[in-house]
């Protein structure tokens, strides 16, 4: 059975630094990874998406130049890099994972994605 575990969430103030891990087990190859998250009262959203070479990465405008996502395929992990942090970054954030190349086009679909993770809690203070 395969699983997304993630890990790297917690409490830091705002201006800080968090680095997300998403783990998968198992063997299959997962082309397209993501991150999204999801705050109390909001809807899902994307984070960011990354292809298998990494030569591909989208990223929500929210989180552009702040949030770095990057994969090391050898450890079938996914990682998310996140600098200057802000309060209305608090959200619990999830990985996803599929094993088809999905077009950077759709990155950002949820529905693009088989496999996720159980998520990980951020909370931004101010």
């Known amino acids: 059975q395969v699983q997304l575990v993630e890990s790297g969430g917690g409490l830091v103030q705002a201006g800080g630094s968090l680095r997300l891990s998403c783990a998968a087990s198992?063997?299959?190859?997962?082309?397209?990874r993501a991150w999204f998250r999801h705050a109390p009262g909001k809807e899902r959203e994307f984070v960011a998406g990354i292809s298998w070479s990494g030569s591909s990465t989208v990223y929500a405008d929210s989180v552009k130049g702040r949030f770095t996502i990057s994969r090391d395929n050898a450890k079938n992990t996914a990682y998310l890099q996140m600098n200057s942090l802000k309060p209305e970054d608090t959200a619990v954030y999830y990985c996803?994972?599929?094993?088809?190349?999905?077009?950077?086009?759709?990155?950002?679909?949820?529905?693009?994605?088989?496999?996720w993770g159980q998520g990980t809690q951020v909370t931004v203070s101010s």
């Open positions: 198992g063997t299959f190859r997962f082309y397209t």
């Open positions: 996803a994972a599929d094993r088809d190349m999905v077009a950077p086009s759709t990155f950002s679909r949820p529905d693009a994605y088989d496999y």
